[in-house]
């Protein structure tokens, strides 16, 4: 067909570089008690629930968002 060159059939098509996506070390700092109940119910979202807890998650712009919101009680690390 004219004017394909150059683009793969849909099941052909490249899934991505291959690079390891970016993760999110995040511990949990400060408690959650005496908060708002939106900032409990984001700590509850990204997976922490005790003090001191430690969770892995992949980079992405929702989970940088939830971390925002709640950044004074975190300690987050950028892993490979």
């Known amino acids: 067909m004219p004017g394909t060159e150059g683009k793969l059939p849909k099941k052909q098509k490249d899934k991505g570089s291959g690079a390891v996506a970016k ?3 995040v ?6 008690i005496g ?6 119910k ?3 979202g990204l997976g922490l629930t005790k003090l001191q ?4 998650l992949k980079d992405t712009p929702a989970i940088r ?3 925002r ?3 004074h009680l975190l300690e ?5």
């Open 65 to 67: 968002g939830m971390i």
């Open 23 to 25: 993760q999110l070390q």
């Open 53 to 56: 807890k430690t969770v892995i």
């Open 69 to 71: 919101k709640v950044d």
């Open 76 to 80: 987050v690390e950028e892993i490979a």
């Open 35 to 40: 908060r708002p109940e939106r900032q409990r």
């Open 27 to 32: 511990t949990l700092k400060r408690s959650g």
């Open 42 to 44: 984001t700590l509850i």
